[in-house]
């Protein structure tokens, strides 16, 4: 994944809210079955570094997804704006996902990575798949449990 980060700004649909963050260009796809039913398809995953600075915040509606992360939409329009992992410890603020599509900076994400995999329903594909890291359920929680 590249690593090095771009000033971003976002919004969604309606543009009641709006947001600032720093974003990893190397976006991702999430077929998990809790991302597709929210978002009708593989969660499009923009990764952000730090804080995001939200404005218009009275108007995002939070769901808790799992005892570690929580989603975000637009009560307004309906638009998911972020997957966020808690702080834990070494993550103060956690870890900010943001859904891809509410970047208005789109022409900088490059497609990188694939995560549970073997979750897809199987109805659809990406094209050129040896370009990117696929990762299965596994491979991404051994990632995780390893730092
Ligand atoms: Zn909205
Ligand atoms: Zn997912």
Not at 84 to 91: Q, T
């Amino acid at each position: 994944m590249t690593d090095k980060t771009f000033s971003a700004s976002g919004a969604c649909m309606c543009g009641k809210v709006t947001y600032t963050a720093n974003i990893k260009p190397g976006a991702g796809a999430c077929h998990c079955g809790m991302c597709r039913s929210w978002s009708g398809g593989p969660f499009m995953a923009a990764h952000a570094e730090g804080k995001v600075q939200f404005s218009g915040e009275a108007h995002i509606s939070i769901y808790q997804s799992s005892q570690w992360a929580q989603r975000g939409f637009c009560k307004v329009c309906g638009a998911n704006l972020f997957y966020h992992l808690l702080p834990r410890p070494g993550l103060p603020d956690g870890e900010y996902i943001m859904s891809a599509g509410t970047v208005k900076e789109q022409q900088s994400l490059t497609f990188d990575n694939e995560v549970f995999i073997e979750h897809a329903p199987g109805w659809y594909e990406f094209t050129a798949p040896e370009t990117r890291s696929r990762l299965t359920e596994a491979e991404l929680m051994a990632m995780y449990g390893a730092e």
